[in-house]
Structures are given as C-alpha cells and as structure tokens.
C-alpha cells in the first residue's frame, strides 16, 4: 500500500520555542503541531491572537505549516474559532475534532477555503469521513488507540488502504506514536506523514552504534593530529 501523494512531512508535536529551536535547524520538519492540551501545559491563553503570535515564532523559524484546533460549546463557537485561526496565515491548518459537531465545521470550513485538519481518529471507518469532507489531513491517534484496546497499527494501516484505494488526497497525519519501531512499521506500509513528541525525536536522532562510529572516526583525526606533531 502506498499513499496518493510523494514525499515524508515529519512534524514536531510541541508548543515549547525551545523544542522547535533545537529540532527545526535539523532540516528534518516540515512543520509544528499543536493541541489544546500541550497548550494548557505550557500556560497558553486560549486566544487567537496569542495563537497568531505562535504561529509567526514558528514561521520565523522556518515551518512551512503549523496546526492550531478550534475550541468551542456549541457548533457556533467552534466555527468562528476555526475561522479565525484559518485567517491567521495561509500556512495554517485548522485542527478539528471528528465530532459530529466538528465535522459540520469543518465542512462549512472547508467551502470556505480554510485548510482543515480533522483530528482524533480511532476507527479505520473515519478515513471515509476525511474523505468524503475533502480534508487536508486527517489525524489519527495510535497510542491512545491502542489504550483503549484496538489494534492501532492496524487501524491505521486500514486508513491508508481506504484513502488509497479511494484515490483521496487526504494525507493521514500520524499523531500519539510512542515507540519508533512503530514508525518504522507504519513507513514501511507507505504513510509518510508524522507527528513526533521531542522523546520520540531525540530517539530517532540518536542511536548508540552510529554515536560509537562517530567518535571512533574523531579519534583516528585527533591520533593522526598528534603523529603529524610529532
């Protein structure tokens, strides 16, 4: 199985400037996501323009997109945040849950021009939701699927395959994944979009033999240094 559309887009899931200043330089993001629970975490107002500011610190740094999700009680209030955060830069993509709620915004969203992200998938048949709605992205949530006793993996591959054999645009953006061989298994099933936590990153980033390689390769330069002194 292989998706409709070419190329890896690796996100950093965080909110945290220092985070994006240490990973960003790497070359290796396409862009930032966001939630509203690691915003809550790091004390964020839930205000657009306190989002807005976010989101050009984040472009200032050389994302090419950032996803911000809505908030809201009613189907009102979510549709005149996502509209808001859909104004904010041509770089933004609306995360909204795929309630029903959220979907009617998303849709109305969607005639309208924003970019739209439809967040917290757990079943493969929610693919035919992202689908239908001509999402830009659709975020499934692997960890927390496998908490609640799915298979996640599996449900996430099933999405693929339903989107690809629907010829659908919608790039499936893996988001909850806690171990790296499960990236490695879900690259090898041809997804190709991810979010990562920075513990996830710095383990993709590291790993022992290449480190043990590296010094090794210095100390040959650093004893050729000494005999060439000598």
């Known amino acids: 199985m292989v998706e409709n559309h070419a190329g890896l887009r690796l996100y ?25 629970k690691l915003l809550a975490g790091k004390g964020c107002d839930f205000e ?15 994302v090419q997109e950032i996803h911000l999700q809505v ?10 945040v996502g509209r808001e ?16 709620a959220g ?3 998303a849709s109305q969203l969607k005639n309208e021009g924003i970019r739209v992200t439809l967040t917290a998938l757990h079943a ?9 709605l001509g999402a830009d992205y659709a975020a ?30 919608v790039r499936l953006l893996i988001a909850s ?19 990562l936590l920075p513990a996830l990153i710095e383990e993709l980033l590291e790993n022992e033999l290449t480190r043990l390689a590296a010094d090794s390769f210095q100390e040959a330069v650093m004893d050729s240094n000494i005999t060439d002194a000598n």
């Open 48 to 62: 657009v323009n306190k989002l807005a500011a976010l989101a050009e610190s984040a472009f200032d740094l050389g």
């Open 140 to 169: 499934p949530y692997l960890g927390r699927m496998n908490d609640g006793g799915l298979n996640g993996l599996e449900e996430i591959i099933r999405m693929g395959q339903i989107l690809n054999n629907l010829q659908s645009p």
């Open 103 to 105: 979907i009617r915004c």
């Open 71 to 80: 908030w809201g009680s009613s189907d009102q209030d979510l549709l005149a």
């Open 12 to 36: 950093i899931d965080s909110v945290d400037s220092q985070d994006w200043a240490d990973y960003l330089p790497t070359g290796l993001f396409y862009g930032v996501t966001t939630n509203p």
């Open 124 to 132: 493969a048949e929610q693919a035919l939701i992202a689908a239908a």
């Open 177 to 195: 994944i806690r171990q790296i061989e499960e990236l490695v298994i879900l690259a090898e099933k041809g997804l190709t979009t991810f979010t």
């Open 85 to 100: 955060l859909g104004q904010i830069d041509d770089r933004v993509s609306v995360k909204v849950p795929i309630t029903p």
